[in-house]
């Protein structure tokens, strides 16, 4: 996907980029490319494919839930800043904050949101189970969002609990999610959340299967989840 077939296929979805918002994205692959040479981001470098895999499919969240607002956001293990800072890009009222256990990666993201001159971002590196227990953070956010972190029955626990009641929860999957929603139906009950809405559909150009599943929180989750690092990992919620 070139810049052009980039711009036009977000502007299909009704979202128009300014002058400003093309040149962070173009700031945004230097800096990943530049990064990725001394430290692991992403296997994927050359600028068509980062466009596609990277900048378009974060950004697919946003053609199924208005976030063209303020709006707080949590992104659970973003990695290289996948999908909140293509996200926040687009919508500069969002306030977005970003949790990863990995130091490096924080560094990384703390650099790149001086680069592109962000406002409204914050960084933590914490381990998502410890995130979650933590009452700053506990059930404090308008949206929870996570891309290919864990299969759902496992990221239920890492991500429903930060969600506020009311809020929403979304899951960002690739061609096996609905087998996972199956297996997740009784975590997410457990944890307080309820499908609201699903929808399937094809990456343009290269046409593989992605899955946006969006939870609505319908009650607080008990205050034992997520349990201790490591542990909804080995046991998920039975």
């Known amino acids: ?32 490319v530049e990064w990725n040479e001394k430290m692991n981001l992403t296997a994927i470098t050359d600028e068509p494919s980062v466009y596609l895999k990277h900048f378009y499919d974060s950004i697919t969240a946003a053609f199924y839930v208005n976030l063209d607002k303020k709006l707080t956001l949590c992104d659970v293990g973003a990695g290289a800043g996948f999908p909140s800072i293509p996200i926040k890009i687009c919508f500069p009222e969002l306030e977005v904050t970003i949790v990863d256990s990995l130091n490096k990666r924080i560094g990384f993201l703390e650099h790149l949101a001086k680069e ?87 990456l343009p150009i290269e046409e593989s299967e992605r899955n946006i599943f969006i939870f609505n929180k319908m009650k607080n989750t008990p205050g034992r989840y997520p349990r201790k690092p490591g542990i909804p990992n080995k046991t998920p919620i039975q």
């Not at 199956?182 to 809405?197: F, S, Y």
Request: hydrophobic letters at 45%; aromatic letters at 8%.
């Open 116 to 202: 592109l001159k962000l406002e409204n971002v914050n960084f933590v590196h914490a381990r998502a189970e410890d995130f979650g227990q933590n009452k700053k953070y506990r059930e404090q956010f308008d949206i929870v969002t996570a891309r290919a972190v864990a299969r759902l029955s496992v990221l239920s626990e890492l991500c429903v609990p930060l969600v506020k009641k009311g809020g929403q929860f979304i899951a960002m999957k690739g061609a096996a999610a609905k087998d996972e929603l199956v297996d997740a139906e009784k975590p997410l009950a457990v944890l307080g959340a309820k499908i609201q809405d699903k929808h399937s559909f094809l």
């Open 1 to 32: 996907m070139n810049k052009e077939q980039f711009l036009a296929a977000l502007q299909e979805h009704g979202i128009e980029l300014s002058e400003k918002q093309q040149q962070q994205f173009d700031t945004y692959f230097n800096q990943l």
